[in-house]
């Protein structure tokens, strides 16, 4: 056994110090582009290469490890041995391989191998083999290739030899009938340990919430030190081969309308009048008829969707965006909630322009992340923060306001890495991600991490000395289970003969308590950071924006319960938003065009979103579980009443619902009153095409990378 482990020690150690040699290289490889980055940076590019190595190493060695610890017929036996080098060779050279090619590929796209290198060579093989050959100088590649392919095999060989020669004579059964207790009682001890550890190098990290992903490289502001800290095999396999299956199903339900079909739709429903201003260059963009200076804005070549959006006069003005874990508008009494457990929200509502009938664009936190920060629906399938597509710069909020000369923060209570948020962030502008670890460890109380009103405390003392301007997004945890908040906090209490005549059926009667007292909780805590906001200076220019990740399920018997995705939408600054309350419908793509809206200005949007206080309402699009989404359509020409305030905004009178599976015809609805179905055959099919115009033409514009911001020139 003690053998056995020095093998498998060797071999880790081999393949990561080959590993950090590639990594070294590439740094040479584009050492130019490392000029401005600090030397630190670059040292911790390294560590946390190691991670995604050790990671890598895992995989490769785990057959070697389940096997190669089992008496007599492990490594202990020659030609377990040979068949286990013979292996780990074939499976280092193209490990090796891949590197190497990586070499070109980071050059040429700005990323890691990924699955577009699949997607070429098997499209079309010869000519890809054909273009590397061309560009990246192939002849090098084969020779280096080659040489760390024999130096690896000549070292494992070399070295098994030594490790297995001095295996004591003792140890080994002296006949095939009896058994060697001390090699039973060694392998009962320790083989358990051995597979453990490659599971956690597998694992990549030892929290408990997530594991290994491309977004634990993401640790800097500086995209190459990011990008040098990943492994090639890691993004390779992870995103080409286990991923495609995945992207293949995703793509089906999403893809229904050709793409230009879609984006026609989608540019009609935005208003954009692409004929009288922008004429077809190539598939996947226009260019401006004439190069027109737009305030400071100049863009030759526009994305599908996109367009130059004039604001009026320019404010910059801080900005913090508060996503609440499943703040339920049943649970809000201003928003019209039976519940009524929110008073510091009411209280804040009176100060700000309360939208009641908005809508998260899923039922889960990363939904929520993605679609408020990005102006984009969230699509089916795995999170797009995942996925190697989420690496790419969208023309989110933080995007838009960091070319302002904003300072971009976000603040989690819990693991940063968890859906891969602090990945997606840091890739996404934001300049700083506070987590879990950046709490007193004994502050945290639960999976969730720290308490809400920890976090707040955190953000405001760090925002009170922050440069201005400032984005600074805050998402709470408090609610959630387990529900574990803090007993000694002045927020209401209640018991259940309080709550009895309010319970839902979704909820067992102590878990509705808990689950009170900890919405309790978190709307005191917000209640806390909102009244040291308003106290300071830098509060009174500061635009304040709350709405809810997601809503709650009240009513697991129906198919579809809106409460999942029912949220409020709150935006406070009495200076630029007289106070009130819409039921103007929208939705958390909205957010961006709206909070641009407010700060004035000249900005490129390339979302699918429209100011909710001076836009037209756009149809909104939910996603639900598995192959369902839920689609919110407004009618033209009908208008919302609005309490407080003026706005041209457009609502529908008799809004629709239409629920769309994959398994089954579409079903239309009235919102909020999804009992019995509508036959409707006009309305379920416009709203269908609307309901694919809008995912398909998200689908292109992510896979076609058309959702960053155009080059623009003073």
Request: glycine content about 8%.
């Amino acid at each position: 056994m003690k053998t056995t482990i020095k093998y498998l020690v060797f071999v880790f150690a081999l393949f990561i110090i080959i590993f950090e040699i590639l990594r070294g290289i590439l740094l040479l490889r584009y050492h130019h582009l490392a000029v401005v980055i600090p030397p630190f940076t670059l040292i911790k590019s390294f560590l946390v290469g190691f991670r995604f190595d050790l990671a890598v190493t895992g995989y490769i060695v785990a057959p070697v490890a389940i096997i190669g610890p089992i008496p007599r017929i492990g490594l202990t036996s020659s030609l377990t041995r040979r068949i286990a080098n013979i292996y780990l060779v074939i499976i280092a050279s193209i490990a090796f391989l891949m590197e190497l090619i990586d070499l070109g590929f980071l050059g040429e796209f700005n990323t890691r191998l990924n699955h577009l290198a699949l997607e070429w060579i098997l499209d079309s093989p010869g000519m890809v083999f054909q273009m590397l050959w061309e560009m990246f100088g192939m002849i090098p590649v084969i020779l280096g290739w080659l040489f760390l392919t024999g130096v690896f095999a000549y070292l494992l060989f070399f070295f098994t030899r030594r490790i297995f020669s001095e295996i004591d004579m003792k140890d080994k059964p002296t006949s095939l009938s009896l058994l060697n207790w001390k090699s039973v009682k060694q392998f009962v001890l320790l083989y358990p340990l051995i597979l453990v550890l490659v599971f956690l190098a597998i694992r990549g990290r030892v929290a408990i919430k997530a594991p290994l992903t491309w977004g634990v490289a993401y640790f800097s502001t500086y995209n190459f030190a990011n990008q040098l800290a990943l492994n090639s095999c890691f993004t390779f396999v992870q995103d080409g081969i286990i991923e495609r299956s995945k992207r293949e199903r995703d793509a089906a339900l999403v893809n229904g309308l050709d793409r230009e079909e879609a984006y026609a739709i989608v540019r009609d429903l935005l208003g954009i009048e692409i004929q009288s201003r922008c004429q077809v260059a190539a598939p996947d963009s226009f260019v401006l008829v004439s190069s027109v200076n737009h305030g400071g804005l100049t863009a030759d070549v526009l994305p599908p969707i996109a367009r130059i959006v004039d604001n009026g006069d320019q404010l910059n003005h801080n900005v913090v965006l508060i996503l609440m874990e499943s703040l339920a508008s049943e649970f809000v009494g201003s928003c019209g909630g039976n519940a009524d457990m929110a008073p510091e929200f009411d209280r804040m509502a009176e100060d700000g322009l309360l939208f009641t009938d908005f809508y998260s664009a899923g039922g889960h936190t990363f939904s929520g992340i993605f679609s408020t920060l990005t102006g984009l629906p969230t699509l089916p399938g795995r999170s797009l923060m995942k996925r190697s597509e989420g690496q790419q710069r969208f023309a989110g909020l933080a995007t838009i306001l960091k070319e302002r000369g904003y300072h971009t923060r976000f603040y989690v209570t819990h693991d940063p890495h968890f859906d891969n948020m602090q990945g997606f962030l840091m890739a996404n502008d934001f300049d700083t991600v506070i987590g879990q670890h950046d709490y007193p460890a004994n502050e945290a109380i639960s999976s969730l991490g720290v308490p809400d009103h920890v976090m707040f405390d955190r953000a405001f003392s760090e925002l009170n000395e922050a440069n201005e301007p400032f984005l600074a997004v805050i998402l709470t945890g408090s609610h959630h289970g387990p529900f574990i908040v803090p007993e000694n906090r002045p927020y209401p209490r209640y018991d259940l003969s309080e709550l009895e005549a309010k319970r839902y059926p979704a909820f067992s009667r102590n878990e509705w308590v808990k689950r009170c007292n900890a919405f309790s909780y978190a709307d005191w805590s917000l209640g806390q950071f909102y009244n040291k906001v308003i106290e300071n200076d830098w509060g009174k220019k500061t635009l304040l924006v709350i709405t809810g990740d997601s809503g709650v399920i009240l009513d697991k018997q129906k198919e579809l319960d809106l409460a999942q995705f029912h949220v409020p939408l709150l935006l406070i600054n009495k200076s630029v938003i007289e106070p009130g309350v819409t039921t103007l419908i929208g939705g958390q793509k909205d957010v961006v065009a709206t909070i641009m809206d407010v700060l004035g200005g000249r900005f490129i949007n390339n979302t699918l979103g429209t100011s909710l206080i001076t836009g037209n309402a756009v149809p909104h699009t939910l996603f639900i579980e598995g192959n369902m989404t839920g689609f919110i359509l407004s009618t033209p020409n009908d208008y919302s009443s609005i309490t407080g305030i003026e706005t041209a905004g457009k609502i529908l009178s008799t809004p629709y619902y239409l629920l769309q599976s994959k398994h089954r015809k579409p079903m239309l609805y009235r919102l909020n009153y999804l009992s019995e179905p509508i036959i409707d055959v006009a309305k379920t099919e416009e709203m269908t095409t609307y309901s694919d115009a809008l995912l398909s033409a998200t689908y292109h514009l992510v896979k076609s990378r058309q959702v960053g911001l155009p080059v623009t020139a003073p």
